[in-house]
C-alpha cells in the first residue's frame, strides 16, 4: 500500500474511514429513532383498538388476550379479508405503518443528503489539492522544456507521485549539466578553433613568402638553399602544432583509455630524452640522470610524452652550458619526478599563466615553440590522477614536479 505515503491520499483516505464510521454510527441512531417511533406508532394502534373494545363492551380478559396472542388461524385472516386488509393492500391505507415509512424516509434522506454532501466536499478539496499540485508540476515542467532549471519540482512528501517528480528533477539536473556540457564543449571548440587559426597564420604567412620568393627566382640556387631551411622549420612548426591540438583535444574530452602498468622509471625518462639528447649536445647543454632504480605506475607512452614537453621547455629556456637535472622519489602515499634546470627562470608574473594554451611570456620571444607542451604535459599527469606543479626563481632557474599516487 504505497500509495498511503502520499500526505493527500493518506488524509483522504482518513477522511473516508471517518465518513464511514460517521454513516454506521448515524444509520445506528436512525435505526433506534424508528424503532422508538414505530413502537409509539404501534402502541397507539393498540391503544386504539382497545379504546374501540371497550366502547363495544368487551370485556378487558379479552381485549388483553388478543391484544398479546402470537397465535395466527386461517378464520382470523378470512376475517381480516373481508374487511378489506391483505398482504398485498397499500401500505399508504395503513396509517400506523404509513407515518413510520414516511418517518423513516425522512431521516434517510436527511442521514443521506448530510454524508452526500461531507463526501463531496471531502473529494472536491482533494481533487482540488491534486489540480494544483498537477498545474504547478506541469508549469514546472514546460519550464525545464523551455531551458529554464531554476524552478524545482514539489518533493516535500513521499508517495508514488512524488516519487516520479523525483525522478523527473533528477532528470533536470542531468539535462542542464548536458547542456552546460554542451555549451562548454561548443565555446571550447570555438576557442580552439580560433587559437588554432591564430596559430597558424604566421608559418601560413611565412610559407607563403618564401614559396613567393623562390618562385620569383628560380634559377638562383642560393636563394632556393637559403629559404628552403625555412619553409622546412615552418613546416614542422605546423606539424607540431597539428599533432599538440590533436593531443590535448583528445584529453580533453576524454577519449584517452591510459594504459597504466608498473614501469621502471629509468626507462620512461629514457624514452622521453631521446630525441633531446642530441639537441642538448649541440646547444652545449647536459642533462642529468640522478636516481635509484625504481618503479612506479603510468602509461609509458603518454608519461614519456609529458616528461619530453618538460624537459624541451627547459631546453627552450637554458642557456648555453646549461643543465637539466632529472630525479625521483618516493614517499609512502605519492611517487614524485623532479625536473630543474639552471635557466633564467619564470617571471612571477607569468609563472601563473605558464599552463595556459599557447601562453608566451615576453621573455621567450627568442624560443621557438607553439605554447602547447607544458598545457599538455599537465593534461597528461591530471589525466592519469597526478599532479604537475612549478615553483621558480630567477634567475636561479626552474623545477617542474610531476606526482603520481604510490597505489592505483
Known amino acids: 500500500m504505497s500509495f498511503l505515503h502520499d500526505k493527500h491520499t493518506r488524509w483522504y483516505c482518513v477522511f473516508l474511514f471517518v465518513l464511514l464510521v460517521l454513516f454506521f454510527l448515524a ?28 366502547e363495544q363492551g368487551v370485556s378487558e380478559d379479552i381485549i388483553a388476550r388478543a391484544l398479546t396472542s402470537k397465535e395466527e388461524s386461517t378464520s382470523g385472516s378470512n376475517l381480516l379479508c373481508r374487511i378489506g386488509f391483505s398482504e398485498s393492500m397499500d401500505i399508504n391505507s395503513l396509517f400506523y405503518i404509513s407515518s413510520v415509512k414516511d418517518t423513516m424516509l425522512s431521516s434517510v434522506l436527511r442521514m443521506g443528503l448530510f454524508i452526500s454532501i461531507i463526501l463531496l466536499g471531502g473529494t472536491m478539496l482533494f481533487l482540488r489539492d491534486r489540480e494544483v499540485l498537477y498545474q504547478k508540476s506541469e508549469k514546472t515542467i514546460r519550464s525545464y522544456i523551455n531551458g529554464n532549471y531554476a524552478v524545482h519540482l514539489p518533493q516535500t512528501n513521499d508517495g508514488t507521485f512524488y516519487q516520479m517528480l523525483s525522478s523527473v528533477e533528477q532528470l533536470a539536473t542531468m539535462l542542464q549539466s548536458q547542456n552546460d556540457t554542451d555549451r562548454k564543449t561548443k565555446e571550447f571548440l570555438k576557442t580552439t578553433i580560433s587559437d588554432i587559426s591564430h596559430q597558424l597564420k604566421t608559418p601560413l604567412s611565412a610559407l607563403m613568402m618564401y614559396q613567393e620568393i623562390i618562385e620569383s627566382e628560380p634559377d638562383n640556387p642560393d636563394t632556393v638553399r637559403e629559404f628552403s631551411p625555412k619553409i622546412g622549420i615552418a613546416l614542422k612548426r605546423i606539424e607540431q602544432l597539428i599533432q599538440s591540438m590533436l593531443k590535448i583535444t583528445r584529453l580533453d574530452m576524454g577519449s584517452i583509455l591510459f594504459e597504466k602498468e608498473y614501469y621502471s622509471i629509468s626507462n620512461v625518462v629514457g624514452n622521453a630524452i631521446s630525441e633531446l639528447t642530441t639537441r642538448a649536445v649541440s646547444e652545449n647543454k647536459e642533462i642529468i640522470i640522478d636516481g635509484l632504480e625504481q618503479k612506479f605506475f603510468c602509461d609509458m607512452e603518454w608519461t614519456s610524452e609529458a616528461i619530453g614537453n618538460i624537459v624541451k621547455n627547459a631546453l627552450d629556456h637554458t642557456g648555453s652550458g646549461g643543465k637539466i637535472h632529472i630525479s625521483w622519489e618516493r614517499t609512502p602515499a605519492m611517487f614524485r619526478i623532479l625536473i630543474s634546470d639552471n635557466g633564467h627562470g619564470i617571471a612571477p608574473e607569468d609563472i601563473h599563466h605558464i599552463f595556459k594554451r599557447f601562453y608566451r611570456s615576453r621573455n621567450a620571444c627568442h624560443t621557438s615553440g607553439v605554447g602547447l607542451g607544458l598545457p599538455l604535459a599537465k593534461a597528461i599527469i591530471e589525466g592519469q590522477g597526478g599532479f604537475l606543479s612549478v615553483q621558480s626563481e630567477c634567475p636561479k632557474g626552474t623545477t617542474f614536479t610531476l606526482s603520481f599516487l604510490t597505489e592505483p
Open 27 to 54: 444509520g445506528i441512531d436512525v435505526i433506534d429513532r424508528q424503532t422508538k417511533s414505530a413502537r409509539e406508532k404501534f402502541f397507539a394502534h393498540d391503544n386504539a383498538v382497545a379504546t374501540s373494545l371497550l
